[in-house]
């Protein structure tokens, strides 16, 4: 069967399952979007707003389905507009394939009109990535693509056509697609020695990151802890993957996590890190961190072994197979008089709030209440993001997508509107702050254009809320560059793009508002107006342990002594 490149990219994807790609045509991309418009009934095609806003949407696409999310471009300006994105999938371990084409082979390397070396360019930040100047060796590029960005670590992978490989013809042969499977070759002597740790240990922790989420290793990851008979802590990726509402369940480690998660882990004798990576974020002073406690590291990947903190012991392989393998030769354990002590710390230093007013968390909270703790809760980077990760409990893995490692402000619309694509019959609503909402609001008319009903919550303080946060208590209250007063109204914003806007400045009016956008079924913008010096509490200050976690109160007292 001879068919053009153009053909076999569409014929690929059609293999590999893709029913859905984020993308944005232009001239050297053309044959394929020709094709595309061929095959409209099997692949829809999302047109965002940027290409920017299509891998976002591919990437939040994969985390809320596990599927690969896959977005379009063209050359030049339209390739380099995905390097955020591709970076941002990469620094989270999201399987994203990426495809742009270029100028033809035969002007590569000479300046051409929008030609650019989209492959060199994202090399850092791809597990792989590809230029494909042979017709031939399209077909397998591709698969191969998907295999790299599924397998092990996932990962986004790039793949870059020039023009005149998409119109050259070649011999295309259908292939069945095999799933790839985790391997079940775990190191026996790891496993033993990681159970008799476990089986030595008077006061274990388990610290789960988002390896837990990407692995499918839920349900492992609770019978583990309930043999193991541990609390439990997690990393902003790991949200989810073990249930927030559990008894066992201290909150979220690090910077901005709870005082009962931070102090439990700094006085623990066996910290159990399941998928996590030790970012900076997590462990403060990395050579404070967990100082009193021998570290059991279980992680598919052995770059991240002895990286960022060193570990007694590791196991390598995937999570859901390391921990079902932990499970079958682990005995029940039991430590009560360890629990009741984290469970005091949980009693005394709750998550608290100000009560008076709108504020961030009671947003937060309410969109709890009113959606059941069922929705998908995306959301951009700041003040906000932390709040969202704090005051929503989450009980299931892909139901809350952020951009953890690269930390991309622009981020959660174009999640949102993948993730609303890949799960529409989930309530999936963006957080975000007012000046995150600024660098992607263009995608708004992108969920109108495609009838998409995502709710966009923005928590508008008018000013760049977590700079503004370290502004006030690191450098001297100097707001520099912090402050949005400027006449921009969300709310009119919106309806020019066709959505809905509401504004609520009360706790009464948020209430109505978000019932009434969880009713309507379109796009929804709800402008929620906050003070500007709220803060995110508890928070552990550059280069302290995470045993010095304070918070307000602990402020108010200093400044009195």
Known sequence: MQLTGAQIVIECLKEQGVDTVFGYPGGAILNVYDEL??????????????????????DGYARATGKVGVCLATSGPGATNLVTGIATAYMDSIPVVAITCNVGVSLLGKDSFQEIDIAGI??????HNYIVKDVKDLADTIRKAFVIAKKGRPGPVLIDIPKDVTANKTEYRPVTIEPVLPSEDICEEDLEHAVKMIQKSKKPYIFVG?????????????????????????????????????????GMLGMHGTK????????????????????????????????????????????EMNKNVLITEGVIGDLKVVLRKLNERLEQQSHPEWKEKIREYRSRFPLSYNPEGLTGPFVVEEIYR?????AVIVTEVGQHQMWAAQYYKYTKPRTFLTSGGLGTMG??????????????????????????????????????????????????????????????LFYGQR?????????????????????????????????????????????????CQIDSDDKVWPMVAPGAAISEAFDEKDMKEKTVQ
């Open 411 to 472: 981020y959660g619309l174009g999640a949102a509107l993948g993730a609303k694509t890949g799960m529409p019959d989930k309530t999936v609503i963006n957080v975000a702050g007012d000046g995150c909402f600024r660098m992607n609001m263009n995608e708004i008319a992108t969920a109108v254009r495609h009838n998409i009903p995502i709710i966009q919550v923005v928590i508008n303080n008018h000013v760049l809320g977590m700079v503004r946060q370290w502004q006030n």
């Open 210 to 250: 988002g390896g837990a989420v990407l692995a499918g290793a839920s349900e492992e990851l609770y019978e583990f802890a309930k043999k193991v008979d541990a609390p439990v802590t997690d990393s902003l990726m790991g949200k989810g993957a073990f249930p927030g509402t559990d008894e066992l369940y201290t």
């Open 260 to 303: 009962a998660s931070n102090y439990g882990v700094s006085e623990c004798d066996l910290l159990i890190v399941a998928g996590a990576r030790f970012s900076d974020r997590v462990t403060g002073n990395a050579k404070k961190f967990a100082s009193r406690a021998k570290i059991l590291q279980l992680d598919v990947d052995v770059a």
């Open 37 to 58: 418009y061929k095959h409209s009934d099997e692949i829809r095609h999302i047109l965002t707003s940027h290409e920017q806003g299509a891998s976002h949407a591919a």
């Open 122 to 127: 994202t090399m850092p930040i791809t597990k």
């Open 479 to 527: 707001y520099s560059a912090t402050v949005l007063n400027d006449a921009v109204d969300f709310v009119k914003l919106a309806e020019a793009m066709g959505a809905t806007g509401l504004r609520a400045a009360t706790k009464e009016e948020f209430t109505e508002a978000l019932k009434q956008a969880l009713e309507l079924g379109k796009p929804v913008v709800i402008d």
């Open 370 to 374: 009113q959606t059941n703790g069922d």
